[in-house]
């Protein structure tokens, strides 16, 4: 978790628990008595948590135990894409580039890799759905996919335009406000629900 909350790779992980007083108090490492995983370490267990299928287990028992706190208060959902870049390097063992990776075009710029769709609860900021696609997946087509069902309203910026006019989303209770710039979704919010 430390990990992606500092977006830090493995190597970068391993040296922030020495670095820090915070992380290994976090992670709950007593560095006088115990050892600190190495890069290897945290690869191997991010992949046995892979192929054992149990990164959405685990974050929809994180999501699950913040929705009994009150945390999530479901009225509002803010969706957004981030891309997360790959190498498109075909130096490797086969000769290729990542078959589940793809390319697209943001502003004037090509990114390689895939995207990171996201559906956060509006007035928390906490997420509540992640869904990992190839780059080329257009940000609307997983509007819907984000939705927790029990929202009024969703926010988010151009990339989602007209995803009220598709089909899948017509007969959703839900109003969409998807020309709001994203770092101006508080004061759409306040807007909305301040009466």
Same mark, same amino acid.
């Given at each position: 978790m430390a990990q992606q909350c500092f977006g830090l790779s493995d190597e970068g992980t391993e040296d922030a628990v020495y670095d820090s007083q915070a992380i290994p108090c976090f992670i709950g490492i007593d560095l006088n008595r115990e050892a600190v995983p190495d890069a290897t370490?945290?690869?191997?267990?991010?992949?046995?948590?892979? #192929?054992? %299928?149990? =990164?959405?287990?685990?974050?929809?028992?994180?999501?699950?135990?913040? *929705?009994?706190? @009150?945390?999530?208060?479901?009225?509002?959902?803010?969706?957004?894409?981030?891309?997360?870049?790959?190498?498109?390097?075909?130096?490797?063992?086969?000769?290729?580039?990542?078959? #589940?990776? %793809?390319? =697209?075009?943001?502003?004037?710029?090509?990114?390689?890799?895939?995207? *990171?769709?996201? @559906?956060?609860?509006?007035?928390?900021g906490l997420v509540h759905t992640l869904i990992g696609t190839a780059a080329n997946v257009h940000d609307v087509t997983q509007a819907q996919a984000l939705l927790h069902g029990d929202e009024t309203d969703v926010l988010g910026d151009a990339g989602y335009q007209s995803v009220e006019k598709r089909e899948e989303n017509l007969e959703l209770p839900v109003t969409w406000h998807m020309r709001c710039a994203l770092p101006s979704v508080k004061h759409c919010l306040k807007r909305k629900w301040a009466n």
């Open positions: 370490t945290l690869l191997r267990f991010r992949h046995l948590l892979e #192929e054992h %299928h149990l =990164t959405e287990s685990i974050f929809n028992a994180i999501n699950a135990h913040l *929705a009994d706190r @009150g945390l999530f208060l479901r009225e509002g959902t803010v969706v957004d894409t981030t891309l997360i870049a790959a190498s498109s390097s075909t130096k490797n063992k086969e000769g290729k580039r990542d078959s #589940e990776m %793809h390319q =697209t075009k943001k502003g004037n710029q090509w990114h390689f890799g895939m995207k *990171a769709h996201i @559906g956060v609860d509006a007035q928390s």
